[in-house]
Every structure is written in structure tokens, then in C-alpha cells.
């Protein structure tokens, strides 16, 4: 059973920063893709930014220049570094993996305030 254990979520002040974890196991496909999307409350849940297994990556207008994703292939782990945060980058965050294959799997979220 493939498991997107998420860490790394809290509460921050505006314009603070935050790092996002997210560890995948028993995956018997190889990861391609491994990324981060949010969900805030009343609204559908958007695409954050993505990262290959070959290093490319691709973020949401509302983030670039502020996030920044990372992968560690060895370690089958996704980050997702959070600088410059406002209000609106509210939201529960879900780890989202994609296989070769085409199967996807997702976290259980984690919840980031950002907040005075």
C-alpha cells in the first residue's frame, strides 16, 4: 500500500517561511512525478508545483518565486520550501504523487496558517 506521509505544516506570521516534507512508501511503481497542492476553505483544490524524477519543475503563477520544491530521489521525498508567505497561502497542503504507470496517489494533508 503507497503511503505520502506529509510534515512540516503550522502556523507562521506573514512574510515567514516554512518547509514542507512529504516521504513516499510502498510504492511498487516508480515515481515520476512528486508535488504539492493546497486547498483552502470554500475553494477546489489548486496545484502548488510539481518536480520530476529528471529535475524539472513547474509551479502555480500565485507561488513562483517564493516556493521552491525539491526532490531527493534516494530517499523518495518531496520538499516543498515556503518563503515570503501571505494570508492567502492558507491552506491545507497535499502531497501528490505520480506514477509512470499513470497512477496517483495523495496525502493526508497538512494544515499551514499563516496568520499575525
Known amino acids: 500500500q503507497v503511503q505520502l506521509v506529509e510534515s512540516g505544516g503550522g502556523l507562521v506570521q506573514p512574510g515567514g517561511s516554512l518547509r514542507l516534507s512529504c516521504v513516499e512508501s510502498?510504492?511498487?511503481?516508480?515515481?515520476?512525478?512528486m508535488g504539492w497542492y493546497r486547498q483552502a476553505p470554500g475553494k477546489q483544490r489548486e496545484l502548488v508545483g510539481t518536480?520530476?524524477?529528471?529535475?524539472?519543475?513547474n509551479y502555480a503563477d500565485s507561488v513562483k518565486g517564493r516556493f521552491t520544491i525539491s526532490r531527493d530521489n534516494a530517499k523518495n521525498t518531496v520538499y516543498l520550501q515556503m518563503n515570503s508567505l501571505k494570508s492567502d497561502d492558507t491552506a491545507v497542503y497535499y502531497c501528490?504523487?505520480?506514477?509512470?504507470?499513470?497512477?496517483?496517489?495523495w496525502g493526508q494533508g497538512t494544515q499551514v496558517t499563516v496568520s499575525s
Open positions: 518536480a520530476t524524477s529528471g529535475g524539472s519543475t
Open positions: 501528490y504523487a505520480r506514477a509512470f504507470i499513470g497512477a496517483v496517489y
Open positions: 510502498g510504492s511498487i511503481f516508480s515515481i515520476n512525478t
